[in-house]
T-cell receptor
Framework: SQQGEEDPQALSIQEGENATMNCSYKTSINNLQWYRQNSGRGLVHLILIRSNEREKHSGRLRVTLDTSKKSSSLLITASRAADTASYFCATDGGNKLVFGAGTILRVKS | DTGVSQNPRHKITKRGQNVTFRCDPISEHNRLYWYRQTLGQGPEFLTYFQNEAQLEKSRLLSDRFSAERPKGSFSTLEIQRTEQGDSAMYLC???????????FGSGTRLTVV
């Protein structure tokens, strides 16, 4: 079963704009992670935020976590065509990560 | 170390045949995971190894599926008597602990005809 649910399912923006993706989950977590997947490839780990953290930055990425609302958001600033990919949130489900269905991001140049 | 390696990249097989996939994780990572992903969906957990011990198996892993990790190094995933519903991308990942992100391989795309 997939615990995390990303919203929106798909997002299309112009190069240079910001992209925001949201993730909601159901049970308590130790950490939440975001991954990117280019078409037909494996997933790439982007960022991990622990349950006692509220915000984390990595380059053009900003992740927030609200454990009271069981939600997280991923912000990509100044998007580029190369950011076109699927983005997944994943929560720790005991011994493994549980992934959502993902958000498809398309950045038009 | 060049990351997680999966072979083959693509496999086309006839229904009823057996297939085996291999995963070579990052050598320092004692945790290894297999996931399955179908089009438009996120990865679904199949099984998890810590060193050579298989510690968790999903209910998705029917008795036609078996995974091994001899000596805690590479891992193999075998599917016996393949069915068309087995067509998917099979992803392998490794991590050093349950507090770290995963490193994924590029996956093996299986097509059952």
């Amino acid at each position: 079963s997939q615990q995390g649910e990303e919203d929106p399912q798909a997002l299309s923006i112009q190069e240079g704009e910001n992209a925001t993706m949201n993730c909601s989950y159901k049970t308590s977590i130790n950490n939440l992670q975001w991954y990117r997947q280019n078409s037909g490839r494996g997933l790439v780990h982007l960022i991990l935020i622990r349950s006692n953290e509220r915000e984390k930055h990595s380059g053009r990425l900003r992740v927030t976590l609200d454990t009271s609302k069981k939600s997280s958001s991923l912000l990509i600033t100044a998007s580029r065509a190369a950011d076109t990919a699927s983005y997944f949130c994943a929560t720790d489900g005991g011994n493994k990560l549980v992934f959502g269905a993902g958000t498809i991001l398309r950045v038009k140049s | 170390d060049t990351g997680v390696s999966q072979n083959p990249r693509h496999k086309i097989t006839k229904r009823g045949q057996n297939v085996t996939f291999r995963c070579d994780p990052i050598s320092e990572h004692n945790r290894l995971y297999w996931y399955r992903q179908t089009l438009g969906q996120g990865p679904e957990f199949l099984t998890y190894f810590q060193n050579e011990a298989q510690l968790e198996k999903s209910r998705l892993l029917s008795d036609r599926f078996s995974a091994e990790r001899p000596k805690g190094s590479f891992s193999t995933l075998e599917i016996q008597r393949t069915e068309q519903g087995d067509s998917a991308m099979y992803l392998c990942a490794s991590s050093p602990s349950n507090r770290d992100g995963y490193t994924f391989g590029s996956g093996t795309r299986l097509t059952v005809v």
